[in-house]
Every structure is written in structure tokens, then in C-alpha cells.
């Protein structure tokens, strides 16, 4: 397909400098403006442009500049106001609420990490959290989420780490009560407890003791999922995935392949097995087994309200 080069870059530059001018009265100062032309948007007439706000250089807003049509350019899927305005009033509202959620909550922490972009929260703590501590920092970091609906727009997922955690076992389903998850596929439960596969000591001792039990030489498994019971923190239902070799290796016979999936019942530390079922891929289909496993779950390890 042949595609025009375009508006030039020295011209579609400066017809947004003079757009700047007549709009917005020089408030801004241009980092970045750049030809944004790819296989995605196949328009070469696409600029990717970074704005520092003048008056306060720790708002940064960033978009996409159609120079033929002298315009912003807005995807379909976007319903939201995406103008100039719009982009730097989000990124006050970021800044004020980062700055109260970090008030509201620094003497409880040892240090902790705001991300409103993806809607996370990464609290470090001296030691691992208690349900009264769940409770304590949901209350706490609702009632600021509250007040700022169209910047916090879902529900938000905090991490407690402890010591040097990359990433802590437990995170905590924080949902303000401005948000209306309704039509979501998945609709977690006011304060649900969510477990980490990865970078916590804790998962790391699951792992290793699933691979002592249930890991051979020909046969390795992977661990999948861990869900924890709502109303003991230290009580598990485990998942992972059982492997062998190719029938068909192609050459490399250390291949393996998924052929099943084990569900086992843990308690910690001593994580000794209390129950444990397996659902081969024979005759439980791999595709959607996770949302399988789930419905095989006692209703104490249930955090979703419902999944379509």
C-alpha cells in the first residue's frame, strides 16, 4: 500500500506552535514532537507530542497531533474529554491525590509507592499484614479515592510488601464506592485478598515445595495460581500445571507441553497437603481453566463476586 509522506515535520511543527499560541496562550513549553507514523495508525500526518506545563514543570501531558487537521487526535475507543485542557486538569488531580494518599498514610509505612495511571498502590511494611490491617488501610485509602472519581476511576490494587519484596504476597481489592463495576467481566468483592504468584519469600517457599512434591525429571510443573482463604490468610488452595515431553519433540527433546492441572489444599508454613485433586487436559478443557478452578473453590476462598 502506498502511503503520502505527509505534512513535513518543519511545517506541522509549526503549525502547532502557532495552535499553541492561539489556544492556550503559550502555557506550555514543547518536549518532544515527533512523526508518530506506524503499521497501527498508517497516517503520516500523526505527530507524538509531550507538553510540560510552564507554570508547574511536574505536569507533563503527552498525546497524538493530526497536522493536516490541525487537531488532536482522539482514537474511536476513547469516550472521555482527551483535549489539551482536559489532559493537564488529570495530571493536577493526579498530583493532589499522590500527595493525600502519601499524607494520609506515611506514618503507617515504612514507604510506599502511588501509581495512578495503573491504579496500584505498593505499601512496605515492617511486618505481614493482618485482616485489621487490611481494614485499616482500605478504609483509609478509600475515603480519599472518593473524592477524585474521574482520576482514580476503578478499583485499586495495593501491594504489601515486607523487607526487600520485589513484589508482596498479598494485595488488597480496594473498590471506592464511586466506582460502579456492574458491567465488568470480573467484579471482585469489597476488600478481597488477592495473592501473588512471584517475588514474595512467601511464594517462593510454596513454589519450592510444590516442586519437592510433585516435580520429576520427565515430568516438571509450573506453578499457576494461589488463592487465599478470605478469613485465614495462611490457609491455600494452590494451582499448577503439569508437563511432559512432546510426543513430537521437532528435534529438542527437552520440550514439554501441558497436560493437566493439579488443585491442592495448603496450609503455612508447614504447608502440608491436605486435599488434592488433578484435572487432566483429557478430559477438562485447558482453555478457561483458570475460571474452572475457581468455581471448584469452597466459598471461603471466593473473591469475585461473579465472572462471565
Not at 520485589?166 to 478481597?192: H, M, Q, W
Not at 488443585?263 to 481453566?289: C, F, H, Q, V
Request: one cysteine or more.
Amino acid at each position: 500500500m502506498f502511503v503520502g509522506c505527509g505534512v513535513s515535520n518543519a511545517k506541522a511543527k509549526k503549525g502547532f506552535v502557532t495552535y499553541l499560541k492561539m489556544h492556550h496562550n503559550n502555557k506550555y513549553k514543547i518536549l518532544t514532537f515527533k512523526r508518530n507514523f506506524n503499521a497501527a495508525n498508517m497516517n503520516p500526518n500523526l505527530f507524538w507530542v509531550e507538553l510540560e506545563l510552564k507554570s508547574n514543570p511536574d505536569i507533563v501531558i503527552n498525546f497524538e497531533w493530526n497536522a493536516e487537521h490541525k487537531a488532536l487526535y482522539v482514537p474511536y475507543q476513547y469516550s472521555e474529554n482527551r483535549s489539551i485542557e482536559a489532559l493537564t486538569h488529570y495530571q493536577e488531580q493526579e498530583i493532589v491525590l499522590r500527595e493525600a494518599l502519601y499524607e494520609a498514610l506515611d506514618t503507617d509505612v515504612l514507604s510506599m509507592d502511588v501509581n495512578v495511571f495503573n491504579l496500584t498502590i505498593s505499601i512496605h511494611l515492617e511486618t505481614e499484614p493482618t485482616f485489621n490491617d487490611f481494614q485499616y488501610f482500605s478504609k483509609k485509602i478509600s475515603a480519599i479515592l472518593d473524592d477524585y472519581p474521574d482520576t482514580w476511576t476503578r478499583e485499586a490494587r495495593v501491594d504489601f510488601k515486607i523487607k526487600k519484596e520485589k513484589k508482596g504476597f498479598y494485595e488488597l481489592i480496594v473498590k471506592p464506592t464511586t466506582y460502579n463495576d456492574c458491567d465488568e467481566s470480573f467484579r471482585y468483592k469489597p476488600n478481597a485478598i488477592v495473592a501473588n504468584n512471584y517475588g514474595s519469600e512467601k511464594a517462593e517457599n510454596i513454589d519450592r515445595i510444590v516442586q519437592q512434591k510433585f516435580s520429576k525429571p520427565d515430568a516438571p510443573v509450573f506453578l499457576s495460581n494461589i488463592w487465599v482463604n478470605q478469613k485465614d490468610l495462611n490457609s491455600f488452595y494452590i494451582a499448577f500445571e503439569k508437563h511432559e515431553p512432546l510426543k513430537r519433540p521437532e528435534g529438542n527433546r527437552n520440550l514439554t507441553e501441558g497436560v493437566g492441572m493439579y488443585l491442592i489444599e495448603m496450609n503455612y508454613p508447614n504447608l502440608a497437603l491436605k486435599t488434592l485433586t488433578y484435572y487432566n487436559y483429557k478430559t477438562t478443557s485447558r482453555d478457561g481453566i483458570f475460571l474452572f478452578l475457581i468455581d471448584q473453590l469452597p466459598e471461603d476462598y471466593q473473591y469475585l463476586i461473579e465472572h462471565l
